[in-house]
Nanobody
Framework: VRLVESGGGLVQAGESLNLTCESS?????MVWFRQFPGREREAVAT???????TYADTVKGRVTVSRDRWKTTLYMELSSLKVEDTAMYYC????????????????????WGHGTQVTVSS
């Protein structure tokens, strides 16, 4: 499985950004992580067989995640962006999980993209 993210960039606070992750094949669970410098990564949103994603509290209400009909492209719309959303955003997939209850287990993700930088200026 190969994952390629796109859509990052520099935006101003309050603006929106759309990120895309293209996968070379279907995987049941996919996630958007973000990595802050010097801090632990955070799972922003996960999605599995249930089309309703799970969102981190830090982004709830500001993020919408979805997949295309073939479930090989993962989308994330970030709105009302804040300076503290500045991070490297990674898409990841699990090649071993086929149950929704495990999609939120960060340690189950074994395939990663190279990431796309999101920078929010004040």
């Amino acid at each position: 499985v190969r994952l390629v993210e796109s859509g990052g960039g520099l935006v101003q606070a309050g603006e929106s950004l759309n990120l895309t992750c293209e996968s070379s094949r279907f995987t049941y669970c996919m996630v958007w992580f973000r990595q802050f410098p010097g801090r632990e990564r955070e799972a922003v949103a996960t999605i599995g067989g249930d089309p309703t994603p799970t969102y981190a509290d830090t982004v709830k209400g500001r993020v919408t995640v979805s997949r295309d009909r073939w479930k090989t492209t993962l989308y994330m719309e970030l709105s009302s962006l804040k300076v503290e959303d500045t991070a490297m955003y990674y898409c990841a997939a699990s090649t071993s999980v086929y149950a929704d209850e495990y999609c939120t287990h960060s340690d189950r993700y074994d395939v990663w993209g190279h990431g796309t930088q999101v920078t929010v200026s004040s």
